[in-house]
């Protein structure tokens, strides 16, 4: 072994193994997860009104899942694209920070699309009132899938700046992940109180439109600070942080593996290729720990607010009066439920250090979500049980104890999320720094555990739901088989990471 250029050992003539830096102070991390509320402030309208707003352009409930491919297929694919070429950036403004930058400004495009995918519609001749609008639900489509694209082009290179930032420390990893996971949870706090408030839209009059009703206006609104928002954190986070310059030879050295990349027929899925081929037997097993949490959280990410409308109030699409009552309620659950978030986000590291270890934790509350997604049952048939008319045969929302359960089940549903925000990208990216391998490759691999279920979900979750009846009830009780499966993985076979260790000199690892 011989010592190679400043930031790295080179191991033979083929086997480079990155030696992080020095640590950087605890407030540019800081800075740089606060961006994640913005992106999440955005992610929170998607969760919170999008899957309602999809249906209402004429879309039916057992083909929206669909939709959401747009997530998965482009994360699959943008996030391992984006981590690789930001591990070899030689640009003078960073690694990181030239693709943080350009997520905000497609962020910024997309948005605008999508709130105004009904005004654009009909302008392109779609007609006004119920029924499918075709021309609405393509705009809509583009601009979902450049939005997914950019989240994706933002999330991955942070949190492969907070790693370098933590210049390969354990302790420093975890807690830059539990500051990203905490953001996250105040831009869904303010993501999910934007969507409630049914009224924002008089804040922006021009929102509201012939072909964009009240609901649509108001989802426009809500997108217009958005912008600002993310637009603002990212400014300032890309200002007042500097990320360390390359060494000229090592500068030279990725300019050379790139150029050889650029002879190869397929440069990018090679290195996708090679490593998952060399992936350390740890990293194997958070990947399937990783895939069957997601399988959990993602027909309740997709439904939720439609569970709360559908299954607790007794709305329908297009009922201007329960159906809505129960979205607006429905993001009043996930604003309490980003409210745990937050405060739990806080307390991962510590209550990793009383249980005995970070893997134990997500194991414990792994079964924790799945208590909490086969609990939705037992709160649709007491709303079915409870449910009241009024003297003129209408029917009437959701008692007081009904509503108050479904929103207790949005809150405690809190303390796993804090987990799954955190904990599965801090061991890829202790796993990773211990094998030398580079962070934004690495995430980008993790992500892929993320994206598959995610398609899986959306492939087969409307018509799964369809064959029991058209409820969203049959999504949640794979969803809470799935993370039981994960919580028992954890437990039993994901190993405990090294407190701090040294990144040793890999024999593989990612390439």
């Not at 407030?27 to 929170?44: D, E, H």
């Not at 933002?154 to 930032?165: E, I, V």
């Amino acid at each position: 072994m011989e010592n190679g250029t400043k930031g790295k050992l080179t191991v033979s003539s083929s086997l480079q193994v990155e030696q992080p830096l020095a640590p950087s102070k605890l407030w540019k991390i800081i800075v740089v997860a606060s961006i994640a509320a913005g992106v999440q402030f955005g992610w929170a309208l998607q969760l919170s009104l999008l899957t309602p707003y999809v249906q209402l352009l004429g879309i039916p409930h057992q083909f929206a899942s669909f939709i959401w491919l747009c997530g998965p297929i482009s994360g699959m694919i943008v996030q391992p694209v984006v981590g690789y070429y930001s591990d070899n950036c030689t640009s003078r403004f960073g690694r990181r920070r030239p693709f943080i930058a350009a997520g905000a400004a497609l962020v910024t495009i997309a948005v605008f699309l999508i709130g105004f995918a009904a005004d654009l519609g009909h302008a392109s001749g779609d007609p006004l009132g119920k029924g499918s609008k075709p021309r609405a639900i393509a705009v809509f489509v583009v601009g979902f899938w450049i939005l997914d694209v950019a989240n994706n082009m933002l999330q991955g290179p942070c949190r492969a700046l907070l790693a370098d930032l933590s210049g390969g420390k354990s302790g420093r990893m975890r807690t830059s992940n539990a500051f990203f996971s905490f953001f996250m949870a105040v831009g869904n706090i303010l993501g999910y109180a934007a969507g409630s408030y049914s009224r924002l839209f008089k804040v922006f009059p021009f929102s509201k439109t012939k072909a964009c009703d009240m609901y649509c206006a108001n989802l426009k609104s809500c997108f217009f600070i958005a912008i600002f928002l993310l637009l603002s954190l990212t400014t300032i986070a890309l200002t007042l942080v500097r990320e360390n310059e390359l060494p000229e030879k090592d500068e030279q050295e990725i300019d050379e593996k790139l150029a050889g990349a650029g002879k190869s027929k397929v440069p990018f899925f090679g290195e996708i290729f090679g490593a998952l081929k060399d992936l350390p037997r740890p990293m194997w097993i958070l990947l399937l720990v990783t895939c069957l949490n997601w399988i959990a959280w993602f027909p309740f990410f997709l439904y939720d607010t439609d569970w709360m409308a559908k299954e607790v109030f007794g709305g329908q699409v297009g009922d201007a009066r329960l159906y809505d009552l129960g979205v607006r309620a429905g993001a009043l659950g996930l604003l309490l439920q980003s409210v745990v978030l937050g405060f739990m986000s806080l307390a991962v590291e510590f209550l990793g250090k009383k249980i005995g270890g970070a893997k134990r934790l997500w194991g414990i509350l792994n079964f924790v979500l799945a208590i909490c997604l086969a609990l939705t049952i037992l709160v649709t048939k007491m709303a079915e049980k409870s449910r009241q008319h009024d003297a003129a045969g209408t029917l009437m929302g959701p008692t007081p104890g009904v509503k108050i359960g479904a929103l207790l089940l949005f809150a405690a549903l809190g303390i796993p999320l804090a987990v799954t925000f955190s904990i599965p990208f801090a061991l890829a990216s202790i796993f990773s720094s211990n094998a030398g391998s580079g962070q934004g490759l690495s995430l980008g691999v993790l992500n892929l555990a993320i994206v598959v279920p995610q398609m899986l979900v959306s492939l087969v979750g409307g018509p799964w739901d369809a064959l029991f009846g058209g409820g969203n009830l049959p999504g949640f009780v794979v969803g809470a088989v799935a993370a039981a499966a994960s919580g028992v993985l954890a437990l039993t076979m994901l190993p405990s990471p090294p407190a701090d260790a040294k990144p040793a000199v890999a024999m593989g690892g990612f390439h």
